[in-house]
Protein backbone atom coordinates (compact mmCIF):
# COMPACT_ATOMS: atom_id res chain seq x y z
CA UNK A 1 0.00 0.00 0.00
CA UNK A 2 1.57 3.47 -1.09
CA UNK A 3 1.08 6.18 1.71
CA UNK A 4 0.83 9.56 1.28
CA UNK A 5 4.49 11.48 1.54
CA UNK A 6 3.63 13.10 5.22
CA UNK A 7 6.90 14.39 5.57
CA UNK A 8 7.32 15.80 2.12
CA UNK A 9 3.89 17.41 2.60
CA UNK A 10 5.08 18.69 5.92
CA UNK A 11 7.83 19.95 4.69
CA UNK A 12 6.52 22.39 1.73
CA UNK A 13 3.34 23.21 3.50
CA UNK A 14 4.87 24.81 6.37
CA UNK A 15 6.05 27.51 4.29
CA UNK A 16 2.47 28.24 2.95
CA UNK A 17 1.02 28.97 6.34
CA UNK A 18 -2.64 30.09 6.73
CA UNK A 19 -3.88 32.88 8.80
CA UNK A 20 -6.57 31.73 10.96
CA UNK A 21 -8.71 34.80 10.42
CA UNK A 22 -9.33 34.01 7.31
CA UNK A 23 -11.92 31.34 5.94
CA UNK A 24 -11.76 30.13 2.27
CA UNK A 25 -14.74 28.95 0.21
CA UNK A 26 -14.57 26.78 -2.92
CA UNK A 27 -17.33 29.43 -4.59
CA UNK A 28 -18.98 29.25 -8.47
CA UNK A 29 -15.52 29.76 -10.10
CA UNK A 30 -13.13 28.52 -7.16
CA UNK A 31 -11.37 30.01 -4.87
CA UNK A 32 -12.06 33.53 -5.43
CA UNK A 33 -10.27 36.63 -2.86
CA UNK A 34 -7.44 39.39 -2.70
CA UNK A 35 -4.33 37.52 -4.38
CA UNK A 36 -2.09 38.42 -1.57
CA UNK A 37 -4.06 36.07 0.75
CA UNK A 38 -4.46 33.40 -1.52
CA UNK A 39 -0.82 31.61 -0.61
CA UNK A 40 -1.50 28.91 1.36
CA UNK A 41 -4.66 27.98 -0.93
CA UNK A 42 -2.79 27.35 -3.76
CA UNK A 43 -0.51 25.10 -2.22
CA UNK A 44 -3.28 23.13 -1.26
CA UNK A 45 -4.94 22.98 -4.29
CA UNK A 46 -2.35 21.75 -5.55
CA UNK A 47 -2.25 18.84 -3.63
CA UNK A 48 -5.97 18.28 -4.30
CA UNK A 49 -5.49 18.39 -8.10
CA UNK A 50 -2.60 15.58 -8.15
CA UNK A 51 -5.51 13.26 -5.63
CA UNK A 52 -8.11 13.83 -8.17
CA UNK A 53 -6.13 12.90 -10.36
CA UNK A 54 -5.11 9.79 -8.86
CA UNK A 55 -8.65 8.93 -8.38
CA UNK A 56 -9.58 9.35 -12.19
CA UNK A 57 -7.04 7.02 -12.77
CA UNK A 58 -3.80 9.56 -13.66
CA UNK A 59 -6.21 11.24 -16.43
CA UNK A 60 -4.85 14.95 -16.59
CA UNK A 61 -6.63 17.42 -13.82
CA UNK A 62 -6.45 21.53 -14.86
CA UNK A 63 -5.12 24.07 -12.73
CA UNK A 64 -6.17 27.64 -13.64
CA UNK A 65 -4.81 31.20 -11.76
CA UNK A 66 -7.19 33.40 -12.45
CA UNK A 67 -10.16 36.00 -10.69
CA UNK A 68 -11.32 36.63 -14.27
CA UNK A 69 -13.52 39.56 -14.35
CA UNK A 70 -12.92 40.59 -10.48
CA UNK A 71 -10.43 43.72 -10.16
CA UNK A 72 -6.66 43.02 -10.54
CA UNK A 73 -5.81 43.28 -7.17
CA UNK A 74 -7.81 39.60 -7.07
CA UNK A 75 -6.65 36.26 -7.63
CA UNK A 76 -8.40 32.70 -7.46
CA UNK A 77 -7.53 29.12 -8.71
CA UNK A 78 -10.11 26.83 -9.98
CA UNK A 79 -9.94 22.90 -11.11
CA UNK A 80 -11.06 21.50 -14.35
CA UNK A 81 -11.74 17.86 -14.80
CA UNK A 82 -10.49 15.26 -17.55
CA UNK A 83 -13.03 16.45 -20.32
CA UNK A 84 -12.56 20.04 -19.92
CA UNK A 85 -15.53 20.53 -17.32
CA UNK A 86 -15.61 21.98 -14.23
CA UNK A 87 -14.47 20.04 -11.08
CA UNK A 88 -17.29 18.04 -9.75
CA UNK A 89 -19.39 19.45 -7.61
CA UNK A 90 -18.67 16.72 -4.54
CA UNK A 91 -14.95 17.95 -4.32
CA UNK A 92 -16.11 21.40 -3.86
CA UNK A 93 -16.65 20.74 -0.30
CA UNK A 94 -13.01 18.68 0.58
CA UNK A 95 -11.15 21.41 -1.08
CA UNK A 96 -12.72 23.90 0.98
CA UNK A 97 -12.27 21.75 3.79
CA UNK A 98 -8.71 21.08 3.33
CA UNK A 99 -8.06 25.12 2.10
CA UNK A 100 -9.34 25.81 5.51
CA UNK A 101 -7.22 23.34 7.20
CA UNK A 102 -5.84 25.64 10.41
CA UNK A 103 -2.70 24.10 11.26
CA UNK A 104 -0.20 21.58 8.78
CA UNK A 105 -1.09 18.58 11.57
CA UNK A 106 -4.42 19.72 10.79
CA UNK A 107 -3.97 19.67 6.85
CA UNK A 108 -2.58 16.00 6.92
CA UNK A 109 -5.12 14.55 9.19
CA UNK A 110 -7.74 16.14 7.23
CA UNK A 111 -5.53 14.60 4.09
CA UNK A 112 -5.73 11.68 5.46
CA UNK A 113 -9.51 11.47 6.28
CA UNK A 114 -10.12 12.53 2.49
CA UNK A 115 -8.20 10.12 1.22
CA UNK A 116 -9.91 7.04 2.83
CA UNK A 117 -13.40 8.56 2.21
CA UNK A 118 -12.75 8.96 -1.66
CA UNK A 119 -11.14 5.64 -1.81
CA UNK A 120 -8.43 7.22 -3.31
CA UNK A 121 -5.41 4.68 -4.85
CA UNK A 122 -2.14 6.64 -3.70
CA UNK A 123 -0.16 4.32 -6.31
CA UNK A 124 -1.87 5.78 -9.04
CA UNK A 125 0.48 8.30 -11.18
CA UNK A 126 -1.08 12.18 -11.04
CA UNK A 127 -0.71 14.38 -13.74
CA UNK A 128 -1.52 18.35 -13.50
CA UNK A 129 -1.72 20.55 -16.09
CA UNK A 130 -1.83 24.37 -14.98
CA UNK A 131 -1.27 28.20 -16.26
CA UNK A 132 -2.22 30.91 -15.08
CA UNK A 133 -3.54 34.77 -16.38
CA UNK A 134 -1.77 38.31 -16.79
CA UNK A 135 -2.47 39.30 -13.01
CA UNK A 136 0.32 40.59 -10.92
CA UNK A 137 0.11 37.94 -8.06
CA UNK A 138 -0.07 35.10 -10.40
CA UNK A 139 3.99 34.26 -10.20
CA UNK A 140 3.78 33.77 -6.53
CA UNK A 141 0.91 31.88 -6.29
CA UNK A 142 2.07 29.00 -9.37
CA UNK A 143 4.87 28.51 -7.68
CA UNK A 144 2.78 28.31 -4.50
CA UNK A 145 0.71 25.78 -6.36
CA UNK A 146 3.98 23.85 -7.94
CA UNK A 147 4.93 23.38 -4.65
CA UNK A 148 1.57 21.56 -3.53
CA UNK A 149 2.11 19.04 -7.07
CA UNK A 150 5.51 18.34 -5.93
CA UNK A 151 4.53 17.65 -2.22
CA UNK A 152 1.95 14.99 -3.65
CA UNK A 153 4.58 13.56 -6.58
CA UNK A 154 2.37 15.24 -9.08
CA UNK A 155 4.01 15.22 -13.10
CA UNK A 156 3.53 18.88 -14.33
CA UNK A 157 3.18 20.59 -17.17
CA UNK A 158 2.72 24.70 -17.25
CA UNK A 159 0.87 26.04 -19.81
CA UNK A 160 2.00 29.17 -19.01
CA UNK A 161 -0.01 32.75 -19.80
CA UNK A 162 -3.04 31.73 -21.21
CA UNK A 163 -6.73 32.20 -21.31
CA UNK A 164 -8.52 29.88 -18.94
CA UNK A 165 -10.58 27.98 -22.17
CA UNK A 166 -6.99 27.48 -23.60
CA UNK A 167 -6.19 25.49 -20.39
CA UNK A 168 -9.43 23.94 -20.49
CA UNK A 169 -8.75 23.09 -23.79
CA UNK A 170 -5.48 21.42 -23.06
CA UNK A 171 -7.23 19.27 -20.56
CA UNK A 172 -9.24 17.47 -23.22
CA UNK A 173 -6.81 17.20 -25.50
CA UNK A 174 -4.16 15.71 -23.31
CA UNK A 175 -6.45 13.16 -22.01
CA UNK A 176 -7.69 12.27 -25.49
CA UNK A 177 -4.44 12.44 -27.32
CA UNK A 178 -4.08 9.29 -29.56
CA UNK A 179 -7.56 7.78 -29.23
CA UNK A 180 -10.66 7.91 -31.27
CA UNK A 181 -12.08 10.75 -29.09
CA UNK A 182 -9.11 12.95 -29.58
CA UNK A 183 -10.05 16.77 -29.21
CA UNK A 184 -7.36 17.89 -31.71
CA UNK A 185 -3.39 18.90 -30.91
CA UNK A 186 -2.45 19.41 -27.02
CA UNK A 187 -0.95 22.98 -27.48
CA UNK A 188 -1.91 26.40 -27.84
CA UNK A 189 -1.18 26.52 -32.12
CA UNK A 190 -3.30 23.63 -32.07
CA UNK A 191 -6.07 25.40 -30.54
CA UNK A 192 -5.51 28.52 -32.60
CA UNK A 193 -5.21 26.11 -36.11
CA UNK A 194 -8.24 23.83 -34.92
CA UNK A 195 -10.75 26.73 -34.32
CA UNK A 196 -9.49 28.94 -37.38
CA UNK A 197 -9.39 26.42 -40.15
CA UNK A 198 -12.99 25.43 -39.37
CA UNK A 199 -13.46 29.40 -39.27
CA UNK A 200 -12.13 30.06 -42.52
CA UNK A 201 -13.94 26.87 -44.03
CA UNK A 202 -17.06 28.53 -42.50
CA UNK A 203 -16.59 32.08 -44.57
CA UNK A 204 -15.31 30.97 -47.42
CA UNK A 205 -17.52 32.67 -50.53
CA UNK A 206 -18.93 34.82 -48.02
CA UNK A 207 -18.82 38.50 -48.54
CA UNK A 208 -15.43 40.47 -46.93
CA UNK A 209 -15.69 40.48 -43.06
CA UNK A 210 -15.83 44.36 -41.50
CA UNK A 211 -12.57 44.82 -39.20
CA UNK A 212 -14.30 43.76 -35.45
CA UNK A 213 -12.65 45.55 -32.71
CA UNK A 214 -12.03 43.78 -29.64
CA UNK A 215 -11.63 45.16 -25.95
CA UNK A 216 -9.42 42.74 -24.50
CA UNK A 217 -10.03 44.35 -20.91
CA UNK A 218 -6.38 44.40 -20.08
CA UNK A 219 -6.22 40.86 -19.87
CA UNK A 220 -4.85 37.81 -21.51
CA UNK A 221 -7.19 37.36 -24.00
CA UNK A 222 -4.60 40.23 -25.38
CA UNK A 223 -2.46 37.11 -26.26
CA UNK A 224 -5.04 35.41 -27.75
CA UNK A 225 -6.43 37.54 -29.92
CA UNK A 226 -2.89 38.26 -31.19
CA UNK A 227 -2.52 34.76 -32.19
CA UNK A 228 -5.76 35.08 -33.98
CA UNK A 229 -5.61 38.02 -35.41
CA UNK A 230 -2.41 36.22 -37.02
CA UNK A 231 -3.77 33.21 -38.22
CA UNK A 232 -6.92 35.18 -39.58
CA UNK A 233 -5.07 37.80 -41.60
CA UNK A 234 -7.63 39.22 -44.38
CA UNK A 235 -10.31 36.50 -43.21
CA UNK A 236 -11.64 38.63 -40.13
CA UNK A 237 -9.37 41.97 -39.38
CA UNK A 238 -9.04 42.26 -36.14
CA UNK A 239 -8.60 45.49 -33.78
CA UNK A 240 -7.31 44.90 -30.17
CA UNK A 241 -7.92 47.52 -27.49
CA UNK A 242 -7.29 47.88 -23.91
CA UNK A 243 -4.34 45.27 -24.46
CA UNK A 244 -1.94 46.40 -21.77
CA UNK A 245 -3.82 48.94 -19.15
CA UNK A 246 -4.72 47.93 -15.37
CA UNK A 247 -6.75 44.44 -16.14
CA UNK A 248 -11.21 44.70 -16.04
CA UNK A 249 -10.74 48.23 -14.89
CA UNK A 250 -13.37 50.41 -17.23
CA UNK A 251 -13.11 47.77 -19.54
CA UNK A 252 -14.49 44.10 -20.11
CA UNK A 253 -17.41 42.12 -20.91
CA UNK A 254 -18.12 43.04 -17.03
CA UNK A 255 -17.94 46.78 -16.74
CA UNK A 256 -19.97 46.28 -20.41
CA UNK A 257 -23.03 44.26 -19.32
CA UNK A 258 -23.11 46.03 -15.64
CA UNK A 259 -22.77 49.90 -16.36
CA UNK A 260 -24.28 48.99 -19.77
CA UNK A 261 -22.09 51.28 -22.02
CA UNK A 262 -19.09 51.51 -24.14
CA UNK A 263 -15.65 51.14 -22.63
CA UNK A 264 -14.62 54.94 -21.84
CA UNK A 265 -11.50 54.03 -24.40
CA UNK A 266 -13.52 52.89 -27.00
CA UNK A 267 -15.36 56.22 -27.03
CA UNK A 268 -13.14 57.75 -30.25
CA UNK A 269 -12.29 54.39 -31.55
CA UNK A 270 -15.72 53.17 -32.95
CA UNK A 271 -17.45 54.12 -35.54
CA UNK A 272 -21.23 54.10 -35.66
CA UNK A 273 -23.13 51.11 -37.04
CA UNK A 274 -19.24 49.18 -36.63
CA UNK A 275 -19.59 45.91 -34.09
CA UNK A 276 -17.37 45.75 -31.53
CA UNK A 277 -16.73 43.23 -28.44
CA UNK A 278 -15.26 42.88 -25.03
CA UNK A 279 -13.40 40.05 -23.34
CA UNK A 280 -13.03 39.98 -19.73
CA UNK A 281 -9.86 39.30 -17.38
CA UNK A 282 -9.41 35.39 -18.66
CA UNK A 283 -11.24 35.56 -21.74
CA UNK A 284 -14.53 33.44 -21.25
CA UNK A 285 -16.73 36.01 -21.34
CA UNK A 286 -18.33 37.65 -24.45
CA UNK A 287 -20.58 40.56 -25.25
CA UNK A 288 -21.04 42.22 -28.30
CA UNK A 289 -22.63 45.93 -28.94
CA UNK A 290 -22.73 48.51 -31.39
CA UNK A 291 -23.11 52.30 -32.01
CA UNK A 292 -26.34 53.53 -34.07
CA UNK A 293 -26.22 56.68 -36.32
CA UNK A 294 -27.31 58.90 -33.49
CA UNK A 295 -23.85 56.97 -31.61
CA UNK A 296 -26.47 55.37 -29.31
CA UNK A 297 -24.94 52.33 -27.61
CA UNK A 298 -26.43 48.99 -28.11
CA UNK A 299 -25.56 45.97 -26.63
CA UNK A 300 -25.88 42.33 -27.62
CA UNK A 301 -25.53 40.15 -24.82
CA UNK A 302 -25.22 36.37 -23.89
CA UNK A 303 -29.08 36.18 -24.20
CA UNK A 304 -28.59 37.43 -28.03
CA UNK A 305 -26.05 35.62 -28.61
CA UNK A 306 -27.52 32.60 -27.45
CA UNK A 307 -30.78 33.38 -29.80
CA UNK A 308 -28.34 34.36 -32.96
CA UNK A 309 -26.17 30.64 -32.39
CA UNK A 310 -29.18 28.46 -31.67
CA UNK A 311 -31.28 29.98 -34.83
CA UNK A 312 -28.24 29.38 -36.57
CA UNK A 313 -27.63 25.93 -35.92
CA UNK A 314 -31.61 24.85 -36.25
CA UNK A 315 -31.36 25.78 -39.64
CA UNK A 316 -27.87 24.11 -40.34
CA UNK A 317 -29.54 20.66 -38.55
CA UNK A 318 -33.09 21.25 -40.81
CA UNK A 319 -31.18 22.08 -43.50
CA UNK A 320 -28.78 18.91 -43.63
CA UNK A 321 -31.86 16.85 -43.32
CA UNK A 322 -31.38 15.72 -39.58
CA UNK A 323 -34.43 17.61 -38.01
CA UNK A 324 -35.92 14.41 -36.92
CA UNK A 325 -32.49 12.70 -35.40
CA UNK A 326 -30.97 16.07 -33.37
CA UNK A 327 -32.84 18.47 -31.27
CA UNK A 328 -31.36 21.81 -30.14
CA UNK A 329 -32.20 22.94 -26.51
CA UNK A 330 -31.13 26.20 -24.15
CA UNK A 331 -29.89 26.64 -21.31
CA UNK A 332 -29.97 29.95 -19.13
CA UNK A 333 -30.20 31.68 -15.51
CA UNK A 334 -32.64 33.75 -13.88
CA UNK A 335 -30.39 36.45 -15.56
CA UNK A 336 -31.70 35.84 -19.30
CA UNK A 337 -33.82 38.75 -20.08
CA UNK A 338 -37.70 37.79 -20.18
CA UNK A 339 -37.60 38.89 -23.66
CA UNK A 340 -35.18 36.13 -24.62
CA UNK A 341 -36.76 33.43 -22.78
CA UNK A 342 -39.88 34.75 -24.29
CA UNK A 343 -38.40 34.41 -27.81
CA UNK A 344 -36.40 31.30 -27.20
CA UNK A 345 -39.59 29.30 -25.87
CA UNK A 346 -41.51 29.82 -28.72
CA UNK A 347 -38.94 28.26 -30.29
CA UNK A 348 -37.16 25.37 -28.58
CA UNK A 349 -36.94 23.69 -25.24
CA UNK A 350 -35.53 25.95 -22.39
CA UNK A 351 -34.03 25.53 -19.24
CA UNK A 352 -33.49 27.54 -16.63
CA UNK A 353 -30.50 26.47 -13.96
CA UNK A 354 -28.46 27.97 -11.10
CA UNK A 355 -25.92 30.76 -11.85
CA UNK A 356 -22.42 29.04 -12.47
CA UNK A 357 -21.39 27.78 -16.04
CA UNK A 358 -20.69 24.16 -14.23
CA UNK A 359 -24.81 23.90 -14.00
CA UNK A 360 -25.41 25.40 -17.35
CA UNK A 361 -23.12 23.01 -18.95
CA UNK A 362 -24.70 19.75 -17.39
CA UNK A 363 -27.72 20.94 -18.61
CA UNK A 364 -27.07 21.56 -21.68
CA UNK A 365 -25.34 17.80 -21.49
CA UNK A 366 -28.82 16.52 -21.30
CA UNK A 367 -29.46 17.77 -25.38
CA UNK A 368 -28.51 16.24 -28.56
CA UNK A 369 -27.24 20.34 -29.27
CA UNK A 370 -27.00 22.36 -26.26
CA UNK A 371 -26.54 25.67 -26.40
CA UNK A 372 -25.98 27.87 -23.18
CA UNK A 373 -24.94 31.39 -22.29
CA UNK A 374 -25.02 33.63 -19.66
CA UNK A 375 -26.47 36.97 -20.10
CA UNK A 376 -23.02 37.83 -18.56
CA UNK A 377 -22.19 36.37 -21.99
CA UNK A 378 -20.07 33.03 -20.60
CA UNK A 379 -21.19 29.98 -22.59
CA UNK A 380 -20.96 27.66 -25.30
CA UNK A 381 -22.31 25.14 -27.24
CA UNK A 382 -22.52 21.24 -26.85
CA UNK A 383 -23.05 18.65 -29.17
CA UNK A 384 -23.57 15.16 -27.62
CA UNK A 385 -21.02 12.61 -28.70
CA UNK A 386 -23.98 10.98 -30.40
CA UNK A 387 -25.39 13.82 -32.00
CA UNK A 388 -21.49 14.72 -33.05
CA UNK A 389 -21.37 10.75 -34.71
CA UNK A 390 -24.73 11.86 -36.41
CA UNK A 391 -23.77 14.53 -38.13
CA UNK A 392 -20.28 13.15 -39.35
CA UNK A 393 -22.04 9.79 -40.18
CA UNK A 394 -25.40 11.26 -41.82
CA UNK A 395 -25.31 10.30 -45.59
CA UNK A 396 -26.81 13.74 -47.02
CA UNK A 397 -29.57 13.19 -50.41
CA UNK A 398 -28.71 16.68 -52.41
CA UNK A 399 -25.51 18.92 -52.80
CA UNK A 400 -27.47 21.15 -50.53
CA UNK A 401 -27.46 18.45 -47.75
CA UNK A 402 -23.74 18.13 -48.25
CA UNK A 403 -22.96 21.69 -47.96
CA UNK A 404 -24.98 22.38 -44.64
CA UNK A 405 -23.39 18.94 -43.51
CA UNK A 406 -20.04 20.50 -43.66
CA UNK A 407 -20.80 23.45 -42.35
CA UNK A 408 -22.09 21.52 -39.28
CA UNK A 409 -18.69 19.82 -38.99
CA UNK A 410 -16.97 23.16 -39.30
CA UNK A 411 -19.15 24.57 -36.58
CA UNK A 412 -18.12 21.68 -34.53
CA UNK A 413 -14.92 22.52 -34.56
CA UNK A 414 -14.97 26.16 -34.51
CA UNK A 415 -16.45 25.96 -31.15
CA UNK A 416 -14.78 25.12 -27.95
CA UNK A 417 -17.21 22.50 -26.12
CA UNK A 418 -15.29 22.17 -23.01
CA UNK A 419 -16.29 25.69 -21.84
CA UNK A 420 -17.25 29.30 -22.45
CA UNK A 421 -14.66 30.27 -25.01
CA UNK A 422 -14.96 34.42 -25.63
CA UNK A 423 -12.65 33.94 -28.51
CA UNK A 424 -14.10 31.25 -30.45
CA UNK A 425 -17.37 32.62 -29.51
CA UNK A 426 -16.94 35.60 -31.53
CA UNK A 427 -16.18 33.32 -34.16
CA UNK A 428 -18.80 31.64 -34.16
CA UNK A 429 -21.12 35.03 -34.08
CA UNK A 430 -18.97 36.72 -36.87
CA UNK A 431 -19.37 33.05 -38.88
CA UNK A 432 -24.03 33.59 -38.70
CA UNK A 433 -23.70 37.28 -38.96
CA UNK A 434 -21.64 36.85 -42.43
CA UNK A 435 -23.84 33.46 -43.12
CA UNK A 436 -26.90 35.68 -42.63
CA UNK A 437 -25.98 38.99 -44.02
CA UNK A 438 -27.16 40.51 -40.48
CA UNK A 439 -25.36 44.04 -39.01
CA UNK A 440 -25.37 44.21 -35.45
CA UNK A 441 -28.73 46.23 -35.51
CA UNK A 442 -30.23 43.45 -37.60
CA UNK A 443 -28.83 41.33 -34.87
CA UNK A 444 -30.10 43.12 -32.42
CA UNK A 445 -33.49 43.71 -33.61
CA UNK A 446 -34.37 39.90 -33.20
CA UNK A 447 -36.27 40.86 -30.17
CA UNK A 448 -36.30 44.05 -27.69
CA UNK A 449 -34.57 43.58 -24.44
CA UNK A 450 -36.79 44.46 -21.12
CA UNK A 451 -34.77 47.31 -19.40
CA UNK A 452 -32.56 45.81 -16.86
CA UNK A 453 -30.31 46.46 -13.46
CA UNK A 454 -27.94 44.63 -12.16
CA UNK A 455 -27.07 46.12 -7.98
CA UNK A 456 -24.64 44.88 -6.08
CA UNK A 457 -25.08 45.27 -2.46
CA UNK A 458 -22.13 45.10 0.48
CA UNK A 459 -23.21 42.87 3.63
CA UNK A 460 -21.85 41.82 6.91
CA UNK A 461 -22.49 37.94 5.71
CA UNK A 462 -23.73 36.85 1.71
CA UNK A 463 -24.20 33.65 3.53
CA UNK A 464 -27.56 34.81 5.20
CA UNK A 465 -28.93 34.69 2.01
CA UNK A 466 -30.21 31.40 0.26
CA UNK A 467 -32.19 30.81 -2.75
CA UNK A 468 -34.26 28.03 -4.22
CA UNK A 469 -36.17 27.46 -7.69
CA UNK A 470 -33.46 28.09 -9.86
CA UNK A 471 -32.45 31.42 -7.44
CA UNK A 472 -35.32 32.87 -8.56
CA UNK A 473 -36.33 33.12 -4.72
CA UNK A 474 -35.04 33.89 -1.18
CA UNK A 475 -35.52 31.39 1.59
CA UNK A 476 -33.25 33.14 3.98
CA UNK A 477 -33.30 36.22 4.96
CA UNK A 478 -37.16 34.62 6.12
CA UNK A 479 -39.83 37.44 4.70
CA UNK A 480 -37.37 38.71 2.88
CA UNK A 481 -39.06 37.10 -0.36
CA UNK A 482 -42.38 38.22 0.84
CA UNK A 483 -41.52 41.98 0.54
CA UNK A 484 -39.72 41.56 -2.77
CA UNK A 485 -42.66 40.30 -4.27
CA UNK A 486 -45.17 42.84 -2.80
CA UNK A 487 -42.69 45.33 -4.52
CA UNK A 488 -42.65 43.71 -7.77
CA UNK A 489 -46.40 43.63 -8.33
CA UNK A 490 -46.00 47.42 -8.57
CA UNK A 491 -44.23 47.19 -11.42
CA UNK A 492 -45.76 46.82 -15.44
CA UNK A 493 -43.09 43.64 -16.40
CA UNK A 494 -41.61 43.51 -13.31
CA UNK A 495 -39.07 40.84 -12.10
CA UNK A 496 -36.15 40.82 -9.79
CA UNK A 497 -34.44 38.03 -7.97
CA UNK A 498 -31.91 38.08 -4.99
CA UNK A 499 -28.75 36.23 -4.84
CA UNK A 500 -25.60 35.58 -2.96
CA UNK A 501 -22.72 36.43 -5.43
CA UNK A 502 -19.98 33.33 -5.99
CA UNK A 503 -16.87 35.12 -7.24
CA UNK A 504 -17.65 38.29 -4.96
CA UNK A 505 -17.94 39.33 -1.53
CA UNK A 506 -21.82 41.05 -2.38
CA UNK A 507 -25.22 40.26 -2.90
CA UNK A 508 -26.49 40.94 -6.39
CA UNK A 509 -29.98 41.78 -7.06
CA UNK A 510 -30.96 41.96 -10.32
CA UNK A 511 -34.50 43.55 -11.68
CA UNK A 512 -36.00 44.34 -14.93
CA UNK A 513 -39.27 45.89 -15.67
CA UNK A 514 -41.77 47.32 -19.11
CA UNK A 515 -39.96 50.85 -18.59
CA UNK A 516 -35.80 51.80 -17.78
CA UNK A 517 -37.18 54.88 -15.12
CA UNK A 518 -39.22 51.58 -13.18
CA UNK A 519 -36.14 48.80 -13.94
CA UNK A 520 -33.76 51.36 -12.18
CA UNK A 521 -36.23 51.74 -9.41
CA UNK A 522 -37.15 48.52 -8.45
CA UNK A 523 -33.61 47.26 -8.88
CA UNK A 524 -32.43 50.39 -6.03
CA UNK A 525 -35.66 49.45 -4.16
CA UNK A 526 -34.99 45.75 -3.87
CA UNK A 527 -31.14 46.35 -3.09
CA UNK A 528 -32.74 48.96 -0.27
CA UNK A 529 -34.59 45.90 1.29
CA UNK A 530 -31.53 43.56 0.89
CA UNK A 531 -29.33 46.65 2.86
CA UNK A 532 -31.69 46.97 5.05
CA UNK A 533 -32.24 43.21 6.44
CA UNK A 534 -28.45 43.02 6.35
CA UNK A 535 -28.25 45.19 9.18
CA UNK A 536 -27.12 48.48 6.89
CA UNK A 537 -26.11 50.99 9.02
CA UNK A 538 -29.14 54.27 8.09
CA UNK A 539 -26.86 56.85 8.00
CA UNK A 540 -24.63 55.57 5.16
CA UNK A 541 -27.32 53.97 3.38
CA UNK A 542 -26.52 54.74 -0.24
CA UNK A 543 -28.86 57.15 -1.94
CA UNK A 544 -29.64 55.28 -4.85
CA UNK A 545 -31.30 52.91 -2.17
CA UNK A 546 -34.16 55.45 -1.91
C1 LIG B 1 -17.89 33.21 -12.93
C2 LIG B 1 -18.67 31.98 -13.32
C3 LIG B 1 -19.91 32.38 -14.08
C4 LIG B 1 -20.74 33.34 -13.26
C5 LIG B 1 -19.87 34.51 -12.77
C6 LIG B 1 -20.58 35.38 -11.77
O1 LIG B 1 -17.52 33.88 -14.09
O2 LIG B 1 -17.85 31.14 -14.09
O3 LIG B 1 -20.64 31.23 -14.40
O4 LIG B 1 -21.80 33.84 -13.98
O5 LIG B 1 -18.71 34.04 -12.15
O6 LIG B 1 -20.91 34.60 -10.66
P1 LIG B 1 -21.44 35.22 -9.33
O7 LIG B 1 -22.66 36.00 -9.70
O8 LIG B 1 -21.76 34.02 -8.47
O9 LIG B 1 -20.38 36.11 -8.76
P2 LIG B 1 -16.05 34.42 -14.29
O10 LIG B 1 -16.06 34.95 -15.69
O11 LIG B 1 -15.83 35.47 -13.25
O12 LIG B 1 -15.20 33.21 -14.08
Not at 132 to 139: F, I, L, M, V, Y
Not at 152 to 169: F, K, N, Q, S, W
Not at 190 to 214: D, E, M, R
Not at 356 to 369: I, Q, T
Request: proline residues 5%.
Amino acid sequence: MVALPIDEIKRLLDLHPKSPSIRYQYGTAGFRTLGKVLDPVLFRVGVLAGLRSKKLDGKVIGVMVTASHNPEPDNGVKLVDPRGEMLESAWEIHATNLANAATTDDFVAALEDFVKLAKIDLSKPARVVFARDTRPSGPALVASLKDGLQAIGAETRDGGITTTPVLHYLVRTMNTKGTSASYGDDSEEGYITKISTAFKNLVAGKAALAPLTIDCANGVGAKTGQQFQDALKDTLPIVLENTNGVLNENCGADYVKTSQKLPPSLETVLQAGQRACSLDGDADRLIYYYLDERRQFHMLDGDKITALTASFIVDLVKASGLEQKIKVGVVQTAYANGSSTKYLTERLPVKCVSTGVKHLHHAAEHYDVGVYFEANGHGTVLFSPQAEDTIRNHKPSTPAQSTTQTHLINTIDVINQTVGDALSDMLLVEIVLAHKSYSGAEWDSLYADLPNRLVKVVVGDRNAFKTEDAERRLVSPVGLQAKIDELVRKYEGGRSFVRPSGTEDVVRVYAEAALRPQADELAFRVAGLVYDEAGGDPVNRPREFL
